[in-house]
């Protein structure tokens, strides 16, 4: 449907600028449906001044920067997301039913949010959802969205059908609010297994495979979740994003055991401690030193700003969590809510809440170098500057 390239505004700020794929292939569908996908992204933007539903839509949704024209074709302007999509992420990659439930509450919060706003995205699935450094999940790619409070349908153009992720409805180019619950159902189910739903619903006892996947990896009342929201016929789902995440609130009780994701990779943080620094093979400087277990969380870094043995996380068996300093050179930093970022004294630990970014090599005046994210469990981090 259209290229995406990376920019730079007339400030500098690093931009994402979409433009439709002419190519003589139903050109003026993708011209419209560009048009479109800026229409509501303005929209989202401009309902962040006054619904109630703000904080969903300015954290979980993509950003609108500007619309601008070329010579044939608009142009659409977005911030830039720096992180990888939940998609290459959790492929093959299960997460732990409390992780993968709460991670859902997230989307479905920010569903509720658009859908407040009268927007029906039509194509959510893990490839449109980027975990971003600071902000966790992201929902991108809202070229498939129609905008049912300025009387939108999807009777005039092609429908964007994701198998496995969308709405069976969709190829009878009829859609609503239930469409996006469909496509968390299947995003849930993604999370739990790291497959596509599709691939167990090929053939004629098709249900049966689907029941016998989720049966194997999670509780009946989190397999049961799935499946409602999953009803080929809209009907019988979750009427709504709220009230399937009322039935996801009913089922999780538990904090989820953290889990870190830096440069694609996934790790599982078990209770006790864990070490992040630079790659590197412990020798006898790091045993003196009395690091003696090798580390359990390894970053790439050429700039040598990331210390061998940077900081430290320790994991209560609640799943609670602090990190500390080990008396790096460059420093650990951290910062809640709006406040600025405060550098950690030395051995001292800091609990962390949902929302905090940790830095690890922070300077006053240059900045964080790399930020992880900390939201329900899962830290998600940016790549280093």
Known sequence: MGNVWEGRSSSGRRVAVKEPLINNDHDQVKIDRLAIEAEVLRTLNDEQASASVTGPIRKHVVRYVDRLRDLSHPLLITEFLV???????????????????????????????IH???????????SNIILEGERGMVLIDFGASIMLRRGRSGEVE?????????????????????????????????????RNPADFTRSSNRMDNFQAELGRRVSRAASEIVQMSMSSDPVNRFQTAAAMAKAIDAVVKDKPAPILVISGQLYELKPGIVDIGRAHACRADCISQGYTKPL???????????????????????????????????????????????ILSPSVRETLKDGDIIAL?????????????????????????
């Open 83 to 113: 992180g990888e999509t939940a998609a290459n992420i959790f492929s093959r990659k299960p997460l732990s039913e409390t992780v993968a439930m709460r991670q859902t509450l997230t989307l479905l919060d920010t569903i509720d949010a």
């Open 158 to 194: 092609r429908v964007v059908f994701k198998r496995g992720f969308s709405a069976p409805e969709l190829l009878e180019k009829r859609s609503d609010f239930r469409s996006d619950v469909f496509s968390a159902g299947a995003t849930l189910f993604y999370f739990l297994t790291g």
């Open 361 to 385: 090599a922070y300077s006053p005046k240059r900045g964080p170098y790399l930020t992880f994210g900390f939201d329900q469990g899962i830290m998600t981090s940016t790549k280093p500057k």
């Open 116 to 126: 407040f706003a009268g927007v029906v995205h039509r194509d959510i699935s893990p």
């Open 296 to 342: 359990q969380v390894r970053i790439i870094d050429n700039q040598n700003f990331i210390e061998k043995h940077h900081a430290r996380i320790w994991i209560d068996q609640s799943g609670g969590c602090s990190i500390e300093d080990l008396k790096s050179v460059n420093r650990t930093a951290i910062k809640h809510g709006k406040v600025p970022f405060k």
